[in-house]
C-alpha cells in the first residue's frame, strides 16, 4: 500500500470531494491521554493544558493512499467519559475505534475489559471495524503497572492490534494510527464506503433511529464540535 503522508492538508478541498470518507474514534477512561492523542495526530503538538468540555470534538484530517484521498475525521470525546459512557452517535459509522489505556494506571486497562468493549460491541455499527488497544504514556517507564506483553495478550484475547504511544513525545503515535488502524481500514472493502452516498447524506436533514443525527461535519480541515 503506498501512502505519501505528506500530502496532509490541503485546506481548500471540502470532505465531500474525497474519495472516501472514514471515521476514527478515540474511546477510554478520563486522563488517560485520548485528547492529547487526537491533537498530536491533527497538529503535531503536545498540549499538556487539555482541558475537558462538554460535548464531543472531531478534527478532520486527509491522507493519501494509492492516490485516493481519504477524509478521516478523529473523533474525542471531549470529558463526556466522565459520565462512564458515550452516546450512541459518537459511536455511529465508526470505521476504526481506539481503545486507550494509561500503562501507569491498570484501572484503566481493567476499563477496557468491563466497560468500554462493551460498549463497542452494542453501539458499533461496523461489525468489521478496525479496533486497537493503545498503552499510551510509556515515556512513564518507572511508573508502569502493565507490561507491553500483557497488553499485547489482552488486545489478541480481544481480537483488537496492539500499539504504545507517548503523546509526551509522539512515539509510536503516527504508526498506530496510520499503519495501523487506516492501512488496516482502507484494506477492508467493506468499511471504505465511497465518498458517493456521504455526499448525498450531507444533504439531508439529520435525523434517523433514536432522534440523534449524525455528527455535524465541517468543511474544509480543521476541528469542529458536537454535542452527543
Ligand atoms: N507523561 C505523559 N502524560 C500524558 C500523555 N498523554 C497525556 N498525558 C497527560 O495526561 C493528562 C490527561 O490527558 P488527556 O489527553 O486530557 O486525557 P483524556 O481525558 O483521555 O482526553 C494530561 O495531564 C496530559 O498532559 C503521555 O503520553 N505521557
Ligand atoms: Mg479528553
Known amino acids: ?24 474514534i478515540f474511546v477510554g477512561s478520563a486522563g488517560v491521554g485520548k485528547t492529547c492523542l487526537v491533537r498530536r495526530l491533527f497538529s503535531d503538538a503536545f498540549n499538556p493544558d487539555t482541558r475537558a468540555t462538554v460535548g464531543c470534538d472531531f478534527h478532520f484530517k486527509r491522507y493519501m493512499f494509492d492516490k485516493k ?36 494506571r491498570r484501572e484503566t486497562l481493567d476499563a477496557i475489559e468491563r466497560l ?37 495478550a489482552f488486545a489478541l484475547r480481544h ?15 503516527y504508526d498506530a494510527l496510520v499503519w495501523g488502524v487506516l492501512v488496516n481500514i482502507v484494506d477492508t472493502p467493506s468499511l471504505l464506503r465511497s465518498n ?10 439529520a435525523g434517523g433511529e433514536g432522534g440523534e443525527g449524525e455528527g455535524r461535519r465541517t468543511h474544509g480541515a480543521g476541528g469542529g464540535s458536537c454535542c452527543g
Open 159 to 173: 481480537g483488537c492490534m496492539y500499539s504504545e504511544t507517548s503523546a509526551r513525545t509522539d512515539a509510536g503515535v
Open 196 to 205: 458517493e452516498p456521504e455526499r448525498l447524506r450531507i444533504e439531508q436533514p
Open 69 to 104: 484521498s481519504i477524509g478521516v475525521t478523529l473523533w474525542d470525546t471531549a470529558g463526556t467519559e466522565k459520565f462512564q459512557a458515550v452516546t450512541s452517535n459518537y459511536y455511529r459509522g465508526a470505521q476504526g475505534v481506539v481503545l486507550v489505556y494509561d500503562v501507569t
Open 1 to 24: 500500500m503506498a501512502v505519501d503522508p505528506s500530502f496532509t492538508d490541503l485546506p481548500t478541498l471540502p470532505p465531500e470531494m474525497d474519495d472516501h470518507l472514514v471515521k476514527v
Open 116 to 152: 468500554w468493549l462493551p460498549e463497542v460491541d452494542r453501539f458499533s455499527t461496523f461489525p468489521e471495524a478496525v479496533k486497537m488497544v493503545v498503552g499510551n504514556k510509556i515515556d512513564m517507564e518507572g511508573e508502569r503497572q502493565v507490561s507491553p506483553e500483557e497488553g499485547a
